[in-house]
């Protein structure tokens, strides 16, 4: 069995700032504190080299990516439609620390971000994204599509419900608050959004990914 890397967390917003060599030490930092931002990278010196930066400046950064498909694959696929927005959520742990993002899909601009929650999954975040996604272009009365990667989060939507298996508790009701939202904000509105599924396997990750992987 291969050994695991070994990761370094810089936390730039948190109970403490600075770089972590470990991912419990950083969660510790994170856990219940509004807006907290972290992420982990492979070197002590570019963690270091990260915190005298800007959070946004890193976040989604990944590095370049060369599709397995073939030719013919990638062009029956075609490119993405950079009149959109992408969301995407992150979960350290299922359940674990949660949230969410939107961007503009070809700049990778933020358009909006939730979160960190003490306990949610990634299906719920993706589903929490994407429903905020539709509230977004809805009030800017955008005609733009949608990206998400998660087919889970589109059947929820499509559904107008949201099936996860996380019990609710103290713990995550901040979460639940943000779905019962959600839930009602489908079944209270109709929208013209076409919702699109990413392509990750011919374009690499979606733009609103938070690069932690």
């Known amino acids: 069995m291969s050994k695991k890397k070994k ?20 969660k510790a930092q994170i856990k219940n504190y509004e807006g907290a931002q972290y992420k ?10 990260a915190l005298k930066g800007n959070y946004f400046d890193y976040i989604g950064k990944s590095i370049s990516f060369n599709s397995e498909l073939t030719a013919e694959q990638l062009k029956k696929i075609g490119k993405p439609n950079y009149n ?3 969301v995407d959520a992150a979960s350290s742990g299922n359940p674990g620390i949660m949230e969410y993002r939107g961007v503009d899909t070809k700049s990778k601009k933020q358009l909006f971000i939730q979160g960190p929650f003490a306990e949610g ?5 993706e589903f929490l994204a994407l429903v905020h996604g539709l509230g977004f272009l809805k009030r800017h009365n955008s ?9 889970t989060a589109m059947s929820w939507v499509r559904k107008k419900t949201c099936n996860s298996k ?18 009602q904000w489908l079944k209270e509105n109709d929208y013209t959004t076409t919702i699109v599924k ?6 690499g990750e979606i733009p609103a990914d938070f690069g932690r992987k």
């Open 7 to 26: 990761k370094y967390y810089t936390v730039w917003k948190g109970h403490h700032t600075g770089v972590f060599e470990s991912w419990n030490d950083c």
């Open 40 to 49: 982990s990278f492979a070197t002590f010196d570019a963690a270091k080299k």
């Open 84 to 86: 959109s927005i992408a």
């Open 121 to 125: 999954t990634n299906n719920i975040g």
């Open 143 to 151: 005609d733009r599509i949608i990206y998400t990667d998660s087919k």
């Open 166 to 183: 996380l019990n609710r508790n103290a713990k995550n009701k901040p979460v639940y608050d943000l779905v019962d939202r959600a839930v």
């Open 198 to 203: 990413w392509e990750t396997k011919a374009w």
